[in-house]
């Protein structure tokens, strides 16, 4: 077993990364934090049929909350009806949330946690590659109709611990997608990750237990570095935002659950380097980077059916942007990222240009082609 | 105008006291702040009525949202309509909330704004004098049938200003309802206060501009000085619970609005007493309390529609108690306030004999007979 220690600047807590060790969660976060009042789990549907009775494996009467997969799950209903099942089950303050699945997980029950009673301790428990990045830096959140992650807090877990034994079962696109945050952190802080990544990772059905823990481990490094620097996302955090903007915009327009997270931060990575080209005046050689992405079937090209005007409206309403202008991370060269606003008469043509890209080469179909 | 500055852990703010502030709140808040992207405004309707024109005086356009007088405001679906009242008026993380009422509105805007986007500012204009207390500490919430408070964050506000003028409109009940709570911290923490209002305070109709203003500066002082010293509950803070759990069990049970907080407090706060003679072998002299309380109509016995069965169990279920014992605060001595843990077995023949009290004596007639 791996392990890191994340530091922010209301606390520190460790990251264990390892084969099987969701099995011994109670042993680990009692030998680290004592015993709590109650614990009580919640957990995605597809997920605990697969794993539930490895949580009970530590504690056999553990009550538990199940949400159906997606991100249709990060409602003000699930989050009502989780504070009702927690609360039935009799949790006080001194109780502990466990938090077992994706993103979507941890993002919900983290803010569960984050207000139920003011706020009581919680567990990541990923079980997705793409949780490597959610699961790090205590931003919690449930989505709005008029945008995600618009109702949230930012809550420390007490601890996450990463089961790669867990990844086994993800689907090709939901690889897809961690790896591509994957990615991301590399590109905007780590060119010698990067380097590695590009050298080692060619096919992600093939990666090993030693390649997966590294990766995770590096990934998740990148990651608590920025937010050690930066809690509460007022400077330097913004980079992690990197491919964001557009892809935020992109999974808004096409109707969440559509395309993947990371496949929409794929495209919307592909797109920041080439305003990164135009900003900066600089070669990163997208031919190359496109290839690559495609290689694991990461869509590079925005889908046809989405509007330009449209798509520039989101991107302008997006959480992170303010007083009109519309922000993005550009990187100055691999490894170093910076937040840049962009007025709406800059990037419209640039989205223009995208669009007549994707209809003039063929990057289109193979983007669009996983599944 | 007076001034107090709140010192917290996580920030510090003013607290402006004074007649007629309520006019100029943006010159106040722009000359401690800065400017703000937006504000948007949330205020209990019959407030509004009343003052809606006077924060219009300093900005005629501000986009606001009213709010139902009373607890059951403080619900998930009022939460979630205020959530998308604030993104449809264009809000983004650089901007502001008022919060223009009593500590229903303070408790509903303040979790409104420590979630909308992961928290933005907030600014508390109170209106009652019962929100000396809910406006200070950073605590917000909501309710669920479960309980009250139960879904929350703490989440200071940037400034909370106080119009005096504002109080004058108050009725009998929410005059009385808000004096308890400033006795309760006279009571807890400070002597010479508590002898200061004892001697001037007969008559909440003939309270003076100046005796007014120093109440409630010394109540907030009170209250500032505790939640300095710990905010977030873990220990000293609970001290400011004296009174309340008895308190929340009678308004959960006869249900809430049945009964102003404040009187349910005043209720709670007799039994703490009779429960610290018992418990420290002292004499309050309650018959004196008790008929103070009286002169201002708050009630001092528990009204006996209730079980008292069915309070142990509210109070068992109480946020601060934890592990099936309950906790109380109790007084060793005036202004010296201590938590303590008390077993069922205990306290329910105490909780038996103030019902027993309440027939046999005159002081329900009294108690109840107030509105």
Redesign the interface.
């Known amino acids: 077993m791996e392990q890191l220690t994340i530091y922010t600047s209301s606390k520190e807590y460790p990251v264990y990364i390892g084969k099987g060790i969701r099995k011994r969660w109670k042993k680990l976060v009692e030998e680290m934090a004592g015993s709590y009042?109650k614990y009580f789990l919640i957990a995605d549907k597809t997920v605990a049929d697969l794993y539930l009775k490895d949580i009970q494996a530590s504690m056999p009467d553990i009550p538990y909350y199940l949400v159906e997969s997606g991100e249709e799950s990060k409602s003000?209903g699930q989050f009502?009806d989780c504070?009702?099942a927690v609360?039935?089950a009799g949790l006080?303050?001194?109780a502990c949330i466990l938090a077992l699945g994706g993103g979507v997980i941890g993002d919900l029950a983290g803010f569960v946690a984050?207000?139920?009673?003011?706020?009581i301790d919680y567990i990541q428990l990923p079980t997705t590659l793409l949780a490597h990045d959610s699961s790090v830096g205590g931003?919690?959140?449930i989505n709005?109709p008029?945008?995600k992650?618009?109702?949230?807090?930012?809550h420390q877990p007490l601890a996450v611990i990463y089961d790669i034994e867990t990844l086994r079962s993800l689907t090709g696109n939901e690889w897809r997608s961690g790896f591509s945050e994957v990615i991301k952190h590399a590109l905007i802080w780590n060119p010698d990750f990067y380097g590695w990544l590009k050298q080692n990772i060619k096919d992600l059905g093939n990666i090993t237990d030693e390649q997966l823990a590294y990766l995770i481990k590096e990934g998740i490094r990148v990651k608590a570095q920025v937010v050690g620097q930066d809690e509460?996302e007022s400077g330097l955090r913004a980079i992690l935002n990197f491919g964001h903007t557009l892809g935020h915009a992109i999974e808004a327009e096409l109707g969440y659950g559509r395309i993947t997270h990371g496949e929409a931060v794929a495209i919307g990575m592909v797109f920041a380097l080439r305003v990164s080209e135009v900003y900066y005046g600089i070669d990163y050689n997208m031919d190359e980077i496109t290839k690559w992405f495609q290689q694991f079937g990461l869509p590079v090209a925005i889908p046809e059916t989405l509007d330009e005007a449209r798509l520039v409206e989101r991107m302008k309403k997006d959480?992170?942007?303010?007083?009109g202008k519309i922000n993005m991370i550009l990187l100055k060269e691999i490894g170093k990222a910076e937040k840049v606003q962009i007025d709406e008469s800059v990037l419209s043509p640039l989205l223009m240009a995208e669009f007549e890209r994707s209809r003039s080469d063929d990057t289109r179909d193979k983007g669009s082609n996983n599944g």
């Open positions: 009042s003000i009502y504070q009702t609360l039935e006080d303050r001194d984050a207000t139920f009673m003011r706020g931003k919690t959140a709005h008029l945008g992650n618009l109702i949230g807090a930012f509460k959480k992170k942007s303010s007083g």
